[in-house]
């Protein structure tokens, strides 16, 4: 069964640490996406990548970064977490050309205290 | 990419279809429309998606108007697990590119 794993369900990080959330995705899939959920404002995409060490700003970059080394992989990066980054983080992975449609890994839930 | 537009909330009885409409006015030719469903606390799950063509699988069935302006996704025989937000997404057919969700629709499915 092909799907997206991300690699913590539940985090809580302390302001100002750097915290690091990890996808994998088996399906050799090109493109990968960061999104955050809140409530009241939707799925709002953080970064996304096309292709092994591209990445592209979505629509709220600032305070993250990612990373994308290999393909199967795509790390979403908080610098210095902050309170108002307390969000269920969503990674998602597509091929280039639609329309197989997107797959979403189950989300982290990523608490800043 | 074209922007869609859903009603925020609808009800529906156990065991009857519940009709979910998009309006996407703006949608271009090379444009698909996909639907996505977000069952609480899970990340969103793949529905249907259709260009121009009715469409149908084992989970839901897709009517796309023929000036392509609106569509609606049809759960014939709605049970509480379809209890979601709807989301109707369209997206270009080649390229990388991004998802944009709305708000999508708040299904309940009532016994």
């Known amino acids: 069964d092909v799907k997206v794993t991300q690699s913590s369900r539940y985090l809580v990080k302390r302001t100002g640490e750097k915290v690091f959330l990890e996808c994998v995705q088996d399906?050799?899939?090109?493109?990968m996406f960061w999104y955050r959920q809140d409530p009241g404002l939707g799925l709002r995409l953080i970064y996304f990548?096309?292709?092994?060490?591209?990445?592209e700003k979505g629509d709220i970059p600032e305070g993250y970064s990612v990373s994308r080394e290999k393909k199967e992989r795509f790390s979403l990066i908080l610098e210095s977490a902050s309170t108002n980054q307390t969000s269920m983080y969503l990674c998602?992975?597509?091929?280039?050309?639609?329309?197989?449609?997107?797959?979403f890994g189950s989300g982290t839930r990523l608490t800043v205290v | 990419d074209a922007k869609t537009t859903q009603p925020p909330s609808m009800d529906c009885a156990e065991g009857r279809a519940a009709n979910l409409p998009c309006n996407h006015s703006?949608?271009?030719?090379?444009?698909?429309v996909y639907w996505y469903r977000q069952i609480h606390s899970q990340g969103p799950q793949y529905i249907i998606h259709?260009?121009?063509n009715n469409e149908t699988n084992e989970m839901a069935s897709l009517i796309i108007t023929e000036d392509r302006k609106s569509s609606t996704l049809i759960l014939p025989h709605a049970t509480l697990r379809d209890t979601a937000v709807y989301y109707c997404?369209?997206?270009?057919?080649?390229?990388?590119?991004?998802?944009?969700f709305g708000q999508g629709t708040r299904l309940t499915i009532n016994p």
């Open positions: 997404i369209v997206i270009r057919i080649q390229g990388a590119q991004k998802l944009v």
């Open positions: 990548s096309y292709d092994v060490k591209m990445k």
């Open positions: 259709g260009l121009k």
């Open positions: 998602a992975s597509s091929v280039s050309s639609p329309p197989n449609g997107y797959t």
């Open positions: 399906m050799d899939h090109e493109n």
């Open positions: 703006t949608i271009s030719g090379n444009e698909y």
